[in-house]
């Protein structure tokens, strides 16, 4: 079932602690409306909301430090929890109830491969510092250890530490 753009940003507004005030939730609610703004069909009529959405997004960029463009795929009650230094790549997939902290990177390994970015499964924890770089994908319930760099695939339920990160 399809949510409508209040219905999410208010599951996420829950997911944050009921507070509006929080950069991660702001972030969050940005990417929604950025994703809103697209099913508009007519160019016209998405311009205005266009620029409004490329101003709320260097906001969030440059006030707060997190970097979450429209076209990253979020799943529901996806919470950024501290703010500072957060990139997460346009083509980079985090599932349900995901957790990211500050200094965290979802980019991809490559110059030349642009495109490639990680995939997180559902309740993944992302600890402070992490680098998680390349066409990877983690597992349902895995824990990303601070400053772990992780570069192969981490299995449901692992827990990943170290750099390179390894399997725990």
């Not at 266009?50 to 919470?79: C, D, F, H, K």
Request: some cysteine; overall charge positive.
């Amino acid at each position: 079932m399809t949510q409508t753009l209040c219905q999410q940003i208010r599951e996420d507004w829950i997911a944050h602690g009921k507070d509006r005030t929080k950069p991660g939730f702001r972030a969050v609610a940005y990417h929604r409306f950025g994703n809103w703004r697209m099913t508009i069909k007519s160019k016209c009529l998405r311009a205005p909301f266009s620029l409004l959405y490329r101003m709320l997004y260097r906001r969030a960029r440059n006030n707060w430090g997190i970097e979450l463009p429209y076209s990253t795929r979020l799943g529901q009650r996806v919470i950024i929890e501290h703010q500072g230094a957060i990139v997460i790549h346009g083509n980079a997939t985090l599932g349900d109830d995901c957790v990211i902290r500050q200094g965290v990177t979802l980019g991809n390994r490559y110059p030349d491969r642009s495109n490639e970015a990680p995939t997180l499964g559902d309740r993944v924890s992302v600890g402070a510092g992490a680098k998680l770089l390349g066409n990877i994908h983690v597992g349902d319930d895995a824990v990303i250890g601070a400053n772990a760099v992780v570069l192969c695939d981490v299995p449901a339920g692992a827990t990943a530490v170290g750099i390179p990160a390894q399997i725990k």
